[in-house]
């Protein structure tokens, strides 16, 4: 299946969830906000969270500092 992530496509296996999607991204254990379709997943879904063919993902990596 097709995603949008951050503006690009992305190819992903059929019934991908968010923490799949994460772990392809190499962003796991990284502090991250997701939206899918301009909604915000919690943390506590991304491991149930099933992204659909077509969906729009934006993935926000915060950074600290002072």
């Keep these: 299946m097709q995603v949008e992530v951050n503006g ?8 991908a969830t968010i923490a799949t999607l994460i772990e ?17 997943v919690p943390r ?3 491991l149930e969270f099933t992204l659909s ?9 915060a950074i600290g500092g002072g």
């Excluded at 392809?24 to 915000?40: C, P, S, T």
């Design 8 to 15: 690009n496509a992305m190819e992903l296996p059929a019934g």
């Design 24 to 40: 392809q991204l190499a962003l796991a254990g990284k502090r991250l906000a997701v939206e899918v379709n301009e909604d915000i």
């Design 44 to 46: 506590s879904q991304h």
């Design 53 to 61: 063919d077509g969906d729009r993902v934006e993935v926000v990596h």
